[in-house]
């Protein structure tokens, strides 16, 4: 009997790179912020490419930063990358807000902060319509591409449920997952193999 060991080797799956894309890392990528990370693409062009990362919460809460949310509930806060660490930045499905820039698949980044702010203060639930970063992650084009060609990265489809901020622990996972085949098998890699 032949075992496909093939299904245990580390390989892109070399999709094309676009906005509206995400980037699963490999399993045993270390670079901290990266490490088992999910990006979404919201801008790739010839000058470069900008991400945010989607399940890297932060210790703090947006009420902490936000004081008009001080009386409602805690609203989670993500690392978006390491660029622009001082920046606000918002992803949505709320196609209406002024100046929101569509990223794809019913998402929408930023807009104007203002109409946000009134939408969650006036009691419409927000908890999986709206998540808020600080930072993203960018790179030139070709250092992307190159990064996609050594295996870094695994491109998949985003989808509106990557805002639920019950699933930031798992969407690594889940994202590998839902790729099925070896993908399924290398979100059961365990993270740091030395130790077992």
Not at 171 to 179: G, T
Request: charged fraction near 25%; aromatic fraction near 12%.
């Amino acid at each position: 009997m032949n075992i496909n060991t093939n299904i245990f080797k580390i390989e892109s799956n070399k999709e094309a790179l676009s906005r509206g894309k995400i980037l699963i890392s490999e399993p045993f990528l270390t670079e901290e912020i990266f490490e088992r990370s999910v990006v979404l693409l919201v801008e790739h062009n010839p000058e470069g490419s900008m991400g945010i990362v989607m399940n890297k919460a932060l210790p703090v809460m947006v009420n902490e930063l936000v004081p008009e949310f001080d009386t409602i509930d805690d609203i989670p806060l993500y690392k978006g990358g390491p660029l622009g660490e001082d920046i606000l930045f918002y992803l949505h499905t709320l196609e209406d807000i002024p100046g929101c820039f569509e990223v794809g698949n019913g998402l929408y980044l930023n807009g104007n902060f203002n109409t946000i702010k009134e939408y969650i203060l006036t009691g419409n639930n927000f908890k999986d319509q709206i998540r808020f970063f600080l930072g993203y992650s960018g790179w030139d084009f070709e250092q992307l591409v190159r990064e996609v060609e050594e295996n870094t990265w695994i491109i998949s489809k985003s989808s509106i449920g990557m805002l639920n901020h019950d699933n930031s622990d798992n969407l690594w996972r889940e994202s590998l997952e839902k790729m099925g085949g070896k993908y399924r098998i290398w979100s059961r890699f365990p993270q740091y193999p030395f130790l077992n």
